[in-house]
């Protein structure tokens, strides 16, 4: 039996598949599908966890099983740690997402440093866009976000930091 599926079909379906931790993005918006490949009989999807030791891995490989096998499509989800993930992985529309949502999106590694250990302005605030903030957790929500608060609005907000 012959099962090749059109890769835009596939990946459509891989962009409605919600992050479990931050679910206004996709696995696709955040860059965790490093390959797909398809022999007759079966779709291979690998994925990178964002950080080593990530929880919600397993939770992502059972939303892209149950999603593809609930549109008759045999799917297998494997892990690869090599390359490791990086912040550079999540797409523009992944970065404007998490910034309507709420969460500042990662700056650039020189620049997270900087913010990170307070030395420097340069985490926006989601709220009003003032750069007057300052480091209040580095850690916030979940391990891979800081927690940051603006000088100007007063309001507290995540800050996803750059790996």
């Known amino acids: 039996m012959e099962m090749l599926i059109d890769n835009q079909r596939i990946i459509n379906i891989l962009e409605k598949i919600p992050d479990p931790e931050?679910?206004?993005?996709?696995?696709?918006?955040?860059g965790i599908v490093r390959n797909i490949s398809?022999?007759?009989n079966e779709i291979l999807i690998t994925i990178t966890p964002t950080y080593s030791g990530c929880p919600a891995m397993d939770m992502i490989k059972d939303d892209i099983i149950d999603n593809f096998h609930r549109?008759?499509?045999?799917?297998?989800?494997?892990?690869?740690?090599?390359?490791?993930?990086?912040?550079?992985?999540?797409s523009e529309k992944g970065k404007r997402k998490l910034k309507e949502?709420?969460?500042?999106?990662?700056?650039?590694?020189t620049?997270?440093?900087?913010?990170?250990l307070n030395l420097e302005k340069t985490i926006s605030?989601?709220?009003c866009g003032s750069i007057n903030t300052e480091i209040v957790s580095q850690f916030g929500s979940t391990p891979c976000k800081a927690l940051f608060k603006c000088n100007d609005c007063l309001?507290?907000?995540?800050?996803?930091?750059?790996?």
Request: glycine fraction near 4%; charge should be neutral.
């Open 125 to 127: 605030c989601t709220h």
């Open 22 to 30: 931050i679910p206004v993005l996709s696995v696709m918006d955040l």
């Open 155 to 163: 309001e507290p907000f995540d800050y996803f930091k750059c790996l």
């Open 38 to 40: 398809q022999s007759e």
């Open 71 to 90: 549109k008759g499509i045999k799917v297998t989800v494997q892990y690869t740690l090599s390359p490791p993930w990086t912040t550079d992985w999540l």
């Open 111 to 116: 620049a997270n440093k900087k913010a990170l």
């Open 101 to 109: 949502y709420g969460i500042a999106p990662p700056v650039n590694p």
